[in-house]
C-alpha cells in the first residue's frame, strides 16, 4: 500500500499508523497541516473493506479539516484519526485509551473530537489518556446541533443567492439522513415552514420525522430525483456523482455530509447544470466551530460559539459571489480561498 505516493496523498505532514494487539486496536491518525495551529478533527470508527480504503479516508477527511478550519476563521490545522473495526463490536477502554496514547504521543500536534460512530463518553474514555481532545461532555457536546445549525444558515444563504430571498416558507427541502445533524436540521427547517421528503435506512428515523415534521419519506435511491428547492446531503459522502448528476431536479445542493463531491469535477457539472453546491466543508463547519471554543485559551462560551457558526451564511454568500464572478464552480472557488488564508498563515 503506498502511502507518500498515493492519489490522494497531499503532502500530509504526517501519518501515524497505530496498532496495539490487546486492544484489537487499529487506528490512523493523518496530520495534514498545522500552518494555521494544532490539526484538529474528529475522530472516526468504521468497518472499512480494507487498510487502503481506511487510509483514502483519513488522508482526504485530514485535508478537509486543514480547509474546514481555514474557511471557519479557526487557529487550528487540519488532521483527522480513524479507527478500524465494528463500532458494534470492538468498543472497549482498552481500546479507546490506546488510542488516547497514541494521540499523546504527538505532543498536541493533533487534537482529536467525535465524528462517525464516535460518542462524547467514547472521547472520554480518550480523555484519560491525553489532554489533547475536545467535544467533551460538560464542555462543548455533541457537535450535531451547532453544524446543524451552520448548514440551515447555509442553506439560507443559498436561497439568498440563487432565489434573491432566504425565507424558505414554502419550499421544499429533501434531506438525506436524519442522524444528529440531519434530524436537528430537520427541526429548524420545520419551523420555518419548509415542506420536508425524508430518507434514512432507520425507519425509526424515518417514522418520527414523518410524525414530528410531517415530511414525506421515500426510498433511499429515490432521495435524489425527487422534485425539490433544496437537496440536502446530510448521511454519506460522494452521493454526487456521474449516477446521480443526471436525476437531480434541484436547484440548490446544500448538506452537512462530508465530501459530497465524489470527484471534484463532479462540481463543475452542477455548475453546467445551473445547481448552486454549497462546498461541504464550508457548510459543515459549526461543529468544528463548537469544538474548537473548548480548546482556546478564553475556554467555551456558547454564545460566542453560536455568533460564529451563524457567520458561515456570510463565508457562503462571499464564496458563491465570487464564483458568479469568475465562472469558476464554487468547490473550487472554496478551495482557492481557504488556499489563500493557509498562505497568509504560513507568513
Ligand atoms: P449520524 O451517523 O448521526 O447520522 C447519519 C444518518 O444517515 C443515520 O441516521 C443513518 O441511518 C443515515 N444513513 C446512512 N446511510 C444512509 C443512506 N444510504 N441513505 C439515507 N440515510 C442513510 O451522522 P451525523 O453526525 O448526523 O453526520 C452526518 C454527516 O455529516 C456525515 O457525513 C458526517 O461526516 C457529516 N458531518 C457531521 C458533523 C457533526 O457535527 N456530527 C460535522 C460535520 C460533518
Redesign the pocket.
Given at each position: 500500500m503506498a502511502v507518500f505516493n498515493h492519489p490522494e496523498f497531499d503532502n500530509h505532514e504526517q501519518v501515524v499508523f497505530c496498532s496495539d494487539r490487546e486492544s484489537g486496536l487499529q487506528a490512523i491518525i493523518a496530520i495534514h497541516s498545522t500552518a494555521l495551529g494544532p490539526a484538529c478533527g474528529g475522530c472516526r470508527m468504521w468497518d472499512y473493506v480494507s487498510d487502503e480504503d481506511a487510509l483514502i479516508d483519513v488522508l482526504r477527511l485530514s485535508r478537509g479539516m486543514t480547509y474546514k478550519n481555514a474557511m471557519a476563521g479557526l487557529p487550528l490545522g487540519g488532521g483527522k484519526a480513524v479507527i478500524i473495526g465494528d463500532a458494534k463490536t470492538i468498543k472497549s477502554e482498552a481500546l479507546f485509551r490506546k488510542f488516547g496514547q497514541y494521540v499523546h504521543s504527538l505532543s498536541g500536534r493533533y487534537i482529536s473530537a467525535?465524528?462517525?460512530?464516535i460518542t462524547t463518553a467514547d472521547i472520554s474514555m480518550v480523555n484519560q489518556e491525553t489532554p489533547y481532545v475536545a467535544g467533551l461532555e460538560g464542555k462543548s457536546g455533541n457537535?450535531?446541533p451547532?453544524?446543524a445549525i451552520g448548514t440551515y444558515r447555509g442553506i439560507k444563504a443559498a436561497a439568498k443567492h440563487k432565489f434573491g430571498s432566504d425565507d424558505l416558507s414554502g419550499r421544499t427541502v429533501a434531506v438525506?439522513?436524519?442522524?444528529?445533524?440531519?434530524f436537528y436540521l430537520c427541526e429548524h427547517l420545520h419551523k420555518e415552514g419548509v415542506k420536508l421528503i425524508v430518507?434514512?435506512?432507520?425507519p425509526v428515523?424515518v417514522d418520527r420525522a414523518v410524525s414530528q415534521f410531517g415530511a414525506t419519506a421515500v426510498g433511499?435511491n429515490d432521495?435524489y430525483a425527487v422534485e425539490c428547492d433544496v437537496y440536502a446531503p446530510?448521511?454519506?459522502?460522494a452521493t454526487i456523482n456521474d449516477d446521480t448528476l443526471p436525476q437531480f431536479k434541484c436547484a440548490i445542493i446544500a448538506g452537512?455530509?462530508?465530501n459530497q463531491l465524489k470527484e471534484a469535477r463532479h462540481g463543475e457539472l452542477l455548475r453546467q447544470k445551473g445547481i448552486l453546491y454549497a462546498p461541504d466543508y464550508v457548510i459543515?463547519a459549526?461543529?468544528?466551530i463548537n469544538v474548537s471554543m473548548e480548546i482556546r485559551p478564553e475556554g467555551y462560551d456558547e454564545a460566542q460559539s453560536t455568533k460564529q457558526v451563524l457567520a458561515i451564511y456570510d463565508t457562503l454568500l462571499t464564496v458563491f459571489a465570487r464564483a458568479a464572478e469568475t465562472g469558476q464552480p464554487t468547490n473550487v472557488v472554496a478551495d482557492l480561498m481557504a488556499q489563500e488564508i493557509i498562505a497568509r498563515g504560513k507568513k
Open positions: 467525535e465524528d462517525v460512530n457537535p450535531g451547532f453544524t438525506q439522513g436524519l442522524g444528529s445533524v440531519g430518507s434514512d435506512i432507520n428515523a433511499l432521495i446530510c448521511a454519506l459522502g452537512c455530509a462530508n459543515n459549526g461543529g468544528i
